[in-house]
């Protein structure tokens, strides 16, 4: 579906819907990955904090590491306290984000927490030993302990390997398709506005 969608709107309005499309790619990347505005309107406020810390918990530790990797393998300038800050910062937030909701799905008292596949669970697992060794081992390591440290770290390497090999199949994956299918559907939308005779093209791609 996504495939014909943007062939559809290359191949209907090439010239004039480029430009529709960068914007609202744009617009998607600001408004539902950056910002995840659709969640300010759940009635529970707490949910859009819970995701937007799993989200940019995440997305900031992935910085951090990156940090980490470019002063110790490429020589780069970046201080030390840089990662460590951007770490606890954001681990702190995926800490967070990965309790909250792993305490709405023992609960059940939202909807979207009464029906649990295991799945759901190996995320939120993942996600919270991910922050929580990672922090353990800051602990060890600036306490002086090795050979914890080393311990910690290949179970948080190991565990981070199967957060992301296990992505396609878990919760992870709406991460990528969520605003690929609103970014298609937000811009088949406007092109059957604006030309008569989209509207019967457009619903062929969903069929």
């Not at 499309?21 to 009635?43: D, G, P, S």
Request: charged content about 15%; hydrophobic content about 50%; aromatic content about 16%.
């Amino acid at each position: 579906i996504m495939y014909r969608s943007i062939s559809l709107g290359y191949s209907r309005r090439a010239k004039g819907s480029v430009g529709l499309w960068v914007k609202n790619l744009v617009l998607t990347l600001i408004r539902e990955v950056a910002a995840q505005l659709k969640y300010t309107k759940c009635e529970n406020k707490l949910r859009y904090i819970g995701h937007m810390s799993l989200f940019w918990g995440f997305v900031g530790l992935f910085v951090a590491t990156i940090t980490g990797f470019l002063r110790d393998y490429y020589d780069i300038m970046i201080p030390p306290e840089v990662s460590l800050g951007l770490g606890v910062i954001f681990g702190i937030l995926l800490i967070y984000g990965s309790l909250y909701y792993m305490v709405g799905r023992f609960s059940k008292k939202e909807a979207y927490a009464k029906y649990s596949h295991h799945t759901d669970w190996v995320f939120l697992w993942l996600l919270f030993l991910t922050g929580i060794t990672g922090f353990l081992i800051t602990i060890f390591r600036f306490m002086g302990y090795p050979f914890p440290t080393y311990i910690l770290l290949l179970v948080h390497l190991v565990v981070v390997f199967d957060l992301l090999i296990t992505a396609p199949f878990t919760k992870f994956s709406h991460a990528i398709y969520r605003p690929l299918a609103i970014w298609l559907s937000d811009t088949m939308d406007q092109l059957a506005r604006e030309a008569p005779g989209e509207k019967e093209a457009v619903a062929e791609v969903s069929q």
